[in-house]
């Protein structure tokens, strides 16, 4: 899709800012300067003002104009608190049950999961796939789906796709899930048995965690950086005894800080955990929502041993509705078949077709680069809205994709008291102790940030500040 010019003037001005040319409480050139100099007509400068205004960059101040914003102080995170060094047994499902439960109330503001709003999903381009396919390919209901897993259309496609991340997969390696949990859920029964330790990110994405809880698995949990993601000296030491069954991670905008491993680090890790033969279970799911220019290479890109087991679906991009993932398994490919069969049997030709179709008129690719910046730009309202509205002392990890985002309030708010308070309020979020087995992180929250920008949700941030601001008074 082609940028549009108030786009570009916009991202002009946006990288003047970010670097500093530009400085907070500098006044920007007039519409009519701005139309001259850069000989475009007022109403596409008025359009770059605006979208620079929405994104909380600049401010409109009455008769005067267009004022760079004061950035927050702290926008990155503090180091993250270090977890314990034993593994803990996790037990959180019934708690987490509870709060997702009430965040899903279809009265309640959506700042609870991590879901993008219908209104940026394809679903009427779905409906008319679905129908196409079903009325084309009659014989696709008649299968036993039992031992007919994959789709080789949504194979090939899945395949061809990896090209633009230092693929290509195996067609051999890949098989199709009923969604990425269950892609996670698969790899991890693949590879473990109850009892065993898993290493994971702390803070890490709260299914991850329920997972080793159904399993009976140990979680040991492994610090994190706001912007690079694992803290790998600390993964380092925790498998050198030989006590770490497997790693579990987010290496692509990670949920929830956002951050994205360096590419040094994905090959070191990679390379770590083959020569120590530790499997590595990788959720690359946000890969394709990355903001920087180039699609960040998951960690299965640097893997030469066949011991990454790379995790996705089209959940974030197309619709959480197809439940339709897969898992490139490399050399674990035949015990996470096995898991696949005796857990769910094959997954819904009929959407593997869809998948496979959208895939190859590049309508994925279309929707994902128009998501990526829709999700950048609602993040940074969030971002401008969190640093308006909340106590002082509030910090939060600037993520480098996604549509979550990371907040830390000061010191003494209990997340969890709050969450209380903001659901008797129809607010959600997901405070932050349920992102650490062992119960840290409990002044942190996760805000979903995939509905567009409205009065609606600025008024709920609005609101969950004021909250805030009474609990740190309390
Ligand atoms: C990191 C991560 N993995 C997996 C999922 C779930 O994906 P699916 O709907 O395909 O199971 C989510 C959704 O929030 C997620 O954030």
């Not at 007509?41 to 994104?55: G, P």
Request: charged share 20%.
């Amino acid at each position: 899709m082609a940028e549009l010019r108030y786009e570009k003037l916009a991202d002009d001005f946006a990288g003047l800012i970010a670097s500093g040319v530009l400085r907070a409480g500098e006044r920007l050139p007039s519409v009519r300067r701005l139309a001259q100099e850069r000989r475009v007509s007022i109403s596409t400068a008025v359009q770059a003002l605006r979208q620079l205004e929405m994104r909380g960059l600049v401010e409109a101040r009455p008769q005067s104009g267009f004022f760079v914003r004061a950035r927050p102080q702290a926008l990155v995170a503090a180091a993250m608190p270090a977890p314990p060094d034993a593994p803990v047994t996790v037990d959180l499902n019934q708690r987490l049950i509870g709060v997702l439960e009430a965040n899903q109330r279809p009265d309640v503001a959506p700042l609870g999961a991590a879901l993008p709003a219908p209104s940026l999903l394809p679903v009427s381009a779905l409906h008319r796939r679905y129908a196409s396919v079903a009325r084309r390919f009659p014989t696709l209901l008649e299968g036993s789906s039992h031992t007919d897993i994959n789709d080789p259309q949504l194979v090939r496609q899945l395949v061809r796709r990896s090209l633009a991340w230092g693929g290509p997969l195996a067609p051999e390696e890949i098989v199709i899930t009923n969604s990425c949990t269950e892609a996670l859920h698969l790899c991890l029964r693949a590879v473990t048995r109850p009892g065993d330790t898993v290493a994971v990110e702390s803070p890490g994405y709260y299914v991850m965690l329920q997972l080793l809880e159904s399993l009976g698995l140990k979680a040991l949990e492994i610090p994190t950086e706001p912007e690079t993601g694992i803290a790998l000296p600390a993964l380092d030491l925790a498998t050198r005894d030989g006590k770490v069954a497997a790693v579990l991670l987010v290496p692509n905008a990670s949920n929830p800080l956002g951050s994205v491993m360096p590419d040094a680090g994905k090959k070191k890790l990679a390379q770590l955990m083959a020569a120590r033969k530790v499997p590595v279970i990788e959720d690359d799911i946000y890969g394709d929502l990355c903001y920087a220019a180039q699609r960040p290479w998951p960690i299965k890109a640097f893997d030469k041993a066949g011991n990454v087991m790379l995790c996705a679906s089209f959940s974030k991009c197309l619709s959480p509705a197809l439940r339709c993932g897969f898992v490139a398994a490399g050399k674990y490919r035949a015990a996470v078949g096995v898991q696949k069969m005796l857990v769910s049997g094959g997954t819904n030709p009929i959407t593997q077709r869809v998948l496979a179709e959208a895939l190859e008129a590049g309508a994925y690719e279309r929707q994902v680069r128009g998501l990526r910046r829709r999700f950048e730009v609602q993040v940074e309202q969030t971002i401008a809205a969190v640093m308006r509205h909340f106590p002082a002392g509030t910090r939060i990890a600037r993520p480098r994709g996604g549509f979550v985002l990371w907040v830390e309030l000061p010191e003494g708010i209990d997340t969890a008291r709050l969450w209380r308070k903001a659901i008797a309020d129809n607010i959600a979020f997901v405070p932050g102790d349920l992102f650490s087995p062992s119960g840290l992180y409990r002044n942190c929250l996760r805000l979903n940030c995939g509905n567009p920008w409205s009065e609606a949700i600025e008024a709920a941030v609005r609101r969950l500040g004021e909250l805030a601001g009474r609990a740190n008074q309390a």
